[in-house]
């Protein structure tokens, strides 16, 4: 008898599998955030009256709220409904008609079907719950892919408002790293509202650590554009180049819940990355003089409540960790003024944040166009503000970390909710074994401590205008699970790991091809 596997099933039955309260909080148990604010006492930083009643705020558009709203549902529950179907199939037993049975549920309930084989060998050790739970992880993240397809189609347009209002601006690009906690993943269409836009570039990494380096080279091809297109500007414009770090703590639980890369220690988290933003300026002057002009904009996260909180540069373009601007304060001095009066408070606090003084005081105020790019965001976080409150009771009840599958490579633009993967972008094994292993430790807590596999999908988009891009793509998918395989052979062995590749041509919205791995 396989005791491994046997042993497996055991703790995959009285794990996730065997109680649905188990497992870590997910979007769709609202409240439970609430519920914990109350009994710590404590009040909700934007609106008062939470979570009995919501606030209405007179710059939310509640249109956008609903459609998101709506997107979030559409995904989440896919996943949502994988680990009570699992739980009905594994009470079926092993009858000669278990293949048809499980099939018939699986169709039902999550819209695809098991694999045959793993189903037929049921009847020799009872299910194999783990490789029907990352066949079913996957499976649920395509058809959340192909579903939203059309919706990044439609947000070009958007995309288009959003590069014509950075122009205008003054900034060429814009280069926004994030961290990699699956927390941040609906950044930029739920927390800062910021479209798929051509001159807005998106990266994740653990503690918000990014490459320097790879960020130079991405400069320079955004400056090499303009010169040769005249894109979106031309090189003697006076457009800037923006760079954007996002770092993120936790307002209820800040010593246990915030980011891990960085202990949860919110002052390592702030610090870390503003010193990598002006490593970053540093390079670009020290290698192209100091009429390489760039800025920079640091931003932090709760994660609780989706709040932001803008660290306002000053009239040199530098930025302190103790000058910023509380969107959740500033949310509820606003909340009893009309749409004209709220915008104009929005630019009173950001005049008022670059009058800081103290550690925090700063030489003047930035320039006219990142006072406008800043206020846009604050507004657009206020929408956000207001989402969490009413779908959510203000404070999200997957306080830490609940997502579903890991995401190495390109992320996939079609699916960005809140803790639906972590994301670790990566080139090569060996240049990102922080990333990953930060991903691989909180999966060994929410899965396989459970009993159950990490599921991995590797994905990366391809060119088709340029030959045999596809191929070479596949090849370095491939190349990466061997290198994954062989970091974490253990859990490999076990059958604790699970991964899957996939390719995407780089049309928005293009169709999810399968890469197979050996």
């Known amino acids: 008898m396989d005791t491994r596997r046997s042993s497996t099933l055991r703790r995959a039955r009285g ?23 109350q009994a710590l006492g404590v009040a909700h930083p934007a609106c008062a009256t939470l979570p009995d009643r919501g606030c209405r705020h007179a710059l939310v558009d509640r249109n956008e709220n609903a459609r998101l709203f709506a997107c979030e549902q559409g995904i989440t529950g896919r996943f949502d409904r994988i680990v009570p ?24 309930r999550l819209g695809f079907e098991l694999p045959v084989p793993v189903l037929e060998r049921a009847w020799v050790r009872g299910p194999d719950m783990g490789a029907l739970y990352a066949h079913a992880v996957f499976a649920a993240l395509a ?3 192909a579903q939203f397809g059309e919706r990044v189609r439609e947000e070009l347009a958007a995309g288009q408002g959003w590069d014509a209002l950075l122009v205008d601006c003054g900034f060429h690009a814009m280069n926004v790293s994030a961290c990699a906690d699956g927390r941040l993943k609906g950044l930029f269409p739920y927390i800062l509202r910021i479209p798929s836009a051509s001159l807005v570039k998106r990266s994740a990494f653990a503690g918000t650590m990014f490459d320097v380096e790879e960020d130079v080279h991405h400069w320079e091809r955004a400056e090499l554009r303009r010169y040769r297109e005249g894109f979106p500007v031309t090189a003697d414009g006076q457009t800037r180049y923006l760079k954007v770090a996002v770092y993120h703590g936790s307002s209820l639980d800040p010593a246990h819940q915030g980011c891990a890369a960085h202990g949860s220690n919110e002052r390592a988290a702030t610090e870390a990355a503003l010193e990598r933003l002006y490593e970053f300026r540093r390079a670009i002057e020290n290698t192209f003089c100091c009429g390489a002009a760039t800025d920079i904009l640091l931003i932090g996260v709760d994660t609780d409540t989706d709040a932001i909180r803008v660290h306002v540069p000053d009239a040199h373009g530098d930025v302190s960790a103790y000058r910023f601007i509380d969107n959740a304060a500033l949310y509820r001095q606003t909340l009893h003024l009309d749409a004209d009066r709220a915008r104009l408070a929005v630019y009173e606090a950001i005049r008022a944040a670059s009058a800081t003084d103290g550690w ?27 989402y969490v409150g009413e779908h959510h009771g203000g404070w999200y009840g997957d306080m830490g970390h609940g997502e579903r599958f890991i995401n190495v490579g390109d992320g996939f633009p079609e699916v960005q909710v809140r803790n639906i993967a972590y994301y670790a972008r990566l080139d090569t094994v060996e240049e990102a074994t922080a990333d990953l292993d930060v991903g691989v ?22 060119n088709e205008q340029v030959p045999g891009s596809r191929a070479r793509v596949e090849s370095k998918i491939r190349r990466i699970a061997e290198g994954i395989r062989a970091r974490y052979a253990t859990l490999t062995r076990d059958g604790f790991l699970y991964l899957h590749g996939s390719v995407q041509s780089g049309a928005p919205g293009s169709a999810l091809e399968e890469v197979v791995l050996t």
């Open 15 to 37: 794990g996730l599998l065997g109680q649905a309260s188990a497992g870590p909080a997910r979007p769709g148990w609202p409240r439970a955030g609430a519920a914990r604010a």
């Open 85 to 108: 179907t699992l739980q009905e199939i594994a009470d079926l037993g092993r009858g000669a008609d278990f293949v048809a049975r499980a099939q018939d549920r699986a169709r039902t």
């Open 143 to 145: 058809g959340a892919v």
């Open 360 to 386: 925090g005081k700063g030489e003047g105020m930035p320039h006219d166009g990142m006072r406008r790019l800043i206020a846009t965001l604050l507004i657009n976080n206020m929408s956000e503000i207001e």
């Open 441 to 462: 430790k909180i999966f060994t807590h929410l899965n396989v401590e459970r009993g159950l596999p990490i599921p991995m999908a590797l994905h990366y988009h391809y």
